[in-house]
Nanobody, 124 residues
């Protein structure tokens, strides 16, 4: 059973940067498609970025394209989300998620393993 733990959330002013980390254990990390999702109060969990198993392909929601970068280190079982040029609209709880498949997916129900979430607040 894969364990997933996020860290690195916090508060930042608009235009600032944050880096989220996701540490995993208990599974063979390079067998998992990895993703970041986010969710605000009363909203559905929405996809932010996805990376394939070897890190060769990445996918981004239009709202974060050009500002966020997803990356992974299979040797150390780690996933990251670098967030630059943050906006108030990026304020949400961010979740790291894993999927045991060769196929990238963009919807939350298709991911089996989830972290506890990390709060990101962008405010002046």
């Amino acid at each position: 059973q894969l364990q997933v733990v996020e860290s690195g959330g916090g508060s930042v002013q608009p235009g600032g940067s944050l880096r989220l980390s996701c540490a995993t254990s208990g599974g063979t990390f390079d067998k998992y498609i990895m993703a970041w999702f986010r969710q605000g109060p009363g909203n559905e969990r929405e996809y932010v970025a996805v990376i394939d198993r070897d890190g060769g392909s990445t996918f981004y929601a239009d709202s974060v394209k050009g500002r966020f970068t997803i990356s992974r280190d299979n040797a150390n079982n780690m996933l990251w989300l670098q967030m630059n040029s943050l906006k108030s609209a990026d304020t949400d709880v961010y979740y790291c998620a894993a999927r045991t498949s060769k196929t990238v997916a963009l919807t939350a129900p298709l991911y089996m393993y989830w972290g506890q979430g990390a709060q990101v607040t962008v405010s002046s």
